[in-house]
Structure formats: structure tokens, C-alpha cells
């Protein structure tokens, strides 16, 4: 099938929108129609090699769509099914049995291997393979290839369109606080970072009846959105002693903080915020792979402190994405105010654009 995608060629090249071809479904695998697609931080690391993939290839890991066809073995998706695409795993392996999907211990080569795991390709372009399966999905497409496992069915009520990021980046924020942290109500959590993780944190949060939710931003309009969602306080970085101002707030430190940015200034000062027995979820992606950040031992060890890292929020995206849906259709988590649209074509101006700050999630839509 001919299809439109956004090919990365080189570190060095933008997006190239191109007419390529895509294989029908095998197996397990599920074909879907994209609707729209989130431009997840991941894909732009991939594109400037800070996570290392093979070109030419098809990025893109927060599709929705509708399914177009199905290999022999699917039994739970049908054509017309309304779907989220999301990380790929194995489901066999004792974290996948364990409702663990985000630790699978294949969840590397599955989600970062460019072809099926036979080796074959999924995607080609004048007979010459293209790299794809990012994710187990390559959305940046007007078609993506996923499986029975991660392709998940939602309830109709919600704008399809806005849906893909739920596969991703706001399930893994989201799921920070209410799944990972399981902060509990009454309890307080600062969030480094007002991007889409970090107001997706923020949602969680107040959804899991947090009393004080402070988020740290440095862009003005991202603390004003903060605050609109349910923030109790939101502070500028930029030049302030942060652990300060939060103990402001709170003199004997938050229960939890969250660090979005990967940036190793703000894990530290995280770190700081903490009070006795705090834990700090570790989410964001470092630009630079050899980043670092300290820890003093005796300060640890004196306020029991936790580091736990996060990959997807610890969520079961069967169970957890349609969560995420009921709570929007009952106006508690409101993703629709992170999200602005773009056609597909425009995928480098959406790149620009979320960089910038103009947008908070930019999605691309057919």
C-alpha cells in the first residue's frame, strides 16, 4: 500500500514528507489509519541521534487511528476499531505477566530494532527498505503497522485526533503521580518542567486529590496553563534558588517531586525539595547521554529519600489509556488545553514550534 510519511534521512536534515509503501499485516500485526500523531521529545532525540537509530527511517510513537486491517492471528481488534497506539512488548516475558508492560525485558529491541523481529523490513520506498517499527508503530505516516498488544481500543466520546499522545507522553507524566508515585490525596508533589509530561503530571495530580501541586517552569504562559489545571503554585527557575521557594510553601519539604527535563540542575534541586521519606520520579530524557547528577549519602540516608526512575508512567496501557479516556470525558483531565493541531505536511513548522514554546504539544493530523 502507497502510503505518506515523514522520513528522517540524516541528523542533519529536517522531516522530509515522502510517498512510501507499507507491508500489509502478518501475524499478529495490526494495520491502522492514522488519524493524528504526537510529536513526542523522544522522536526529536531520535532524529538528532542522542537516541541512536539507523537511517533512513520513519519515527513517530503516539498514533490514533482507525484499524484498516488485521493479520490472521488478531483476535481482540477489527477493522473500524478506534485505537491508541503505544510501546511494544512481548507480553511472555514475568514483567509483561505481571501487568508490568514498561519493564519488559525485551522492551529495547522491540521498541528500537527498525524492522520485524524476522529481520524484515515493514516500510520501503522504490524497493529499497526504510527503516521503521519505532516503537513498534512508525506513526508519522498516514498508515502505521502495530501489533495485537500495543494497539489499544478506546470508547468513542473523545476527539480521536487528540488520543495519541495518551500512548506516550501523557500517560507517562500522568502516570508519574498515579501510578509510579501513587501519590496519595492530601499529599504534595513539585513537577520540574511545564511541557506535556510536566502538565500531564500536574492532571494526575490533581486527579489523585493532591493538596499542594507546584510546578516549576521557566515559560511564563506554561505556569499560567499550570495553574489553570489545578497548580497550586507555579515559580521561575531562572536565577531563583528553587528548593527555597518550595520549602516557602512547604518547610518540611514535598512528599514527591517529578523531573520532566532530564536537566541535571533541576534533578539536584529536586532533590533538595524532597522532605523525610520523599520520592523523586525520574522521567525526562538527557540531551546529553553521559549526564550525571549526585547525591549525598548522608542526606539520603538521614531522610530515607527514594530515586525511582520511570519509563511510561508504570502504566498497562490496555487498562490505563481508556482510563485516561473516561477521566477526559468526564472533563477531569483535560488534554485537549495542552494540545494544538497540525496538518501532517507541516510537521517541521510543528517541530519548530513546540522548540520554541508556542505550542505545548504539537499534534499532526490528517
Same mark, same amino acid.
Given at each position: ?35 493524528? =500523531? ?23 510513537? /503516539? !498514533? ?9 492471528? =488478531? ?10 497506539? @503505544? ?14 508492560p514498561a519493564y519488559c525485558t525485551h522492551f529495547l529491541p522491540l521498541n528500537y530494532t ?41 470508547? /468513542?466520546? &473523545?476527539p480521536l485526533e487528540f488520543l495519541g499522545p495518551l500512548g506516550c507522553g501523557i500517560q ?24 506535556? =509530561? ?13 493538596? @499542594? ?6 515559560? &511564563? ?7 489553570s489545571l489545578g497548580a497550586t503554585h507555579a515559580f521561575d527557575p531562572r536565577g531563583a ?33 524532597? !522532605? ?7 522521567? !525526562? ?24 526512575? =520511570? ?6 496501557? /490496555? ?32 517541530? /519548530? ?14
Amino acid at each position: 500500500m502507497h502510503i505518506t510519511a515523514a522520513v528522517t534521512r540524516s541528523a542533519e536534515q529536517r522531516f522530509c514528507v515522502e510517498e512510501i509503501e507499507i507491508d500489509a499485516p502478518r501475524g499478529d500485526e495490526v494495520r491502522v489509519k492514522i488519524t493524528g =500523531v504526537g510529536l513526542c521529545h523522544s522522536d526529536l532525540l531520535a532524529a538528532e541521534q542522542v537516541l541512536p537509530v539507523a537511517f533512513p527511517i520513519v519515527l513517530g510513537h /503516539e !498514533g490514533a487511528g482507525i484499524v484498516e486491517s488485521v493479520g490472521p492471528e =488478531v483476535t481482540n481488534l477489527k477493522p473500524g476499531d478506534r485505537v491508541v497506539m @503505544t510501546f511494544n512488548f512481548c507480553g511472555k516475558c514475568v514483567h509483561c505477566r505481571n501487568g508490568e508492560p514498561a519493564y519488559c525485558t525485551h522492551f529495547l529491541p522491540l521498541n528500537y530494532t527498525p524492522t520485524r523481529q524476522d529481520g524484515t523490513a515493514t516500510l520501503c520506498s522504490c524497493g529499497v527498505d526504510i527503516n521503521g517499527s519505532f516503537f513498534g508503530q512508525s506513526s508519522f505516516a498516514s498508515y502505521a503497522l502495530g501489533n495485537a498488544r500495543n494497539v489499544v481500543k478506546v470508547p /468513542e466520546g &473523545a476527539p480521536l485526533e487528540f488520543l495519541g499522545p495518551l500512548g506516550c507522553g501523557i500517560q507517562t507524566g500522568a502516570g508519574a503521580v498515579m501510578r509510579s508515585l501513587a501519590a496519595e490525596a492530601g499529599s504534595s508533589v513539585v513537577i520540574f518542567g511545564g511541557g506535556s =509530561v510536566g502538565l500531564s503530571a500536574v492532571m494526575g495530580a490533581v486527579v489523585q486529590g493532591c493538596e @499542594t501541586i507546584i510546578l516549576i517552569e521557566p515559560m &511564563a504562559g506554561r505556569r499560567e496553563l499550570g495553574l489553570s489545571l489545578g497548580a497550586t503554585h507555579a515559580f521561575d527557575p531562572r536565577g531563583a534558588d528553587v528548593p527555597a521557594l518550595v520549602r516557602e510553601v512547604l518547610p518540611a519539604g514535598v512528599n514527591y517531586a517529578v523531573d520532566t527535563s532530564g536537566a541535571v540542575p533541576a534533578i539536584q534541586a529536586a532533590l533538595l525539595c524532597l !522532605g523525610a521519606r520523599g520520592v523523586l520520579g525520574l522521567i !525526562g530524557v538527557p540531551s546529553d547521554a553521559n549526564a550525571a547528577f549526585s547525591v549525598s549519602i548522608l542526606g539520603a540516608l538521614s531522610n530515607a529519600i527514594t530515586i525511582k526512575s =520511570v519509563i511510561e508512567g508504570d502504566s498497562n496501557p /490496555e487498562t490505563y489509556i481508556p482510563e485516561l479516556v473516561a477521566l477526559y470525558k468526564a472533563g477531569r483531565f483535560p488534554i485537549d488545553r495542552l494540545i494544538k493541531t497540525y496538518p501532517f505536511a507541516e510537521i517541521n513548522q510543528a517541530v /519548530e514550534d513546540q522548540k520554541n514554546g508556542l505550542c505545548v504539544k504539537a499534534v499532526l493530523v490528517f
